[in-house]
């Protein structure tokens, strides 16, 4: 028998050497951050639950004699969320995507419109003068960057 054969053969020893370092570096990252947050339905109930709270600690002078119509009104507010919480909770994973991916195209519209107005420049008297793209200017400093890329207009 030859030496690979006198071992027995492990066949998935990448996979579990993987799967360690993997389980390693989310125990690491639970005990530097804490633990991940939940679904955007269980963060919507914590969020209720916070904001009840402290609505209900508050004991100004403004709330005085309707402190329990507050009250009251936070019971109901709470009894109607928490249904729709338990019957969709995919629903709310699903609206902090669109509302993450509507940040992202607004971002880059921003971006797109601010690269548009640094691109002109004009004149004291406000008239646009002659268009001279920043790229052209050998003192710009966004010159120093990597060399060896190419833009390239497909319009």
């Known amino acids: 028998m030859s030496e690979a054969t006198d071992r027995p053969v492990d066949g998935d020893a990448w996979a579990d050497a993987c799967a360690e370092d993997l389980a390693a570096e989310q125990a690491r990252r639970r005990a530097r951050y804490g633990p991940p947050p939940g679904s955007a339905a ?7 639950d916070a904001v009840a709270d402290k609505v209900s600690s508050l004991q100004t002078p403004l709330f005085g004699a309707a402190a329990p119509a507050v009250q009251q009104a936070i019971r ?9 919480i338990a019957r969709n909770p995919q629903v709310f994973d699903h609206l902090a995507a669109a509302g993450s991916e509507l940040l992202a195209a607004y971002r880059s519209a921003v971006e797109g419109q601010e690269s548009r107005w640094t691109r002109t420049t004009e004149g004291a008297s406000g008239t646009a003068g002659p268009s001279k793209k920043a790229a052209d200017d050998p003192s710009d400093p966004r010159d120093e960057g990597p060399s060896g890329t190419e833009r390239i207009d497909l319009d």
């Open 42 to 48: 269980e963060e919507l109930r914590k969020l209720v």
């Open 76 to 84: 109901q507010a709470k009894s109607a969320v928490e249904p729709v």
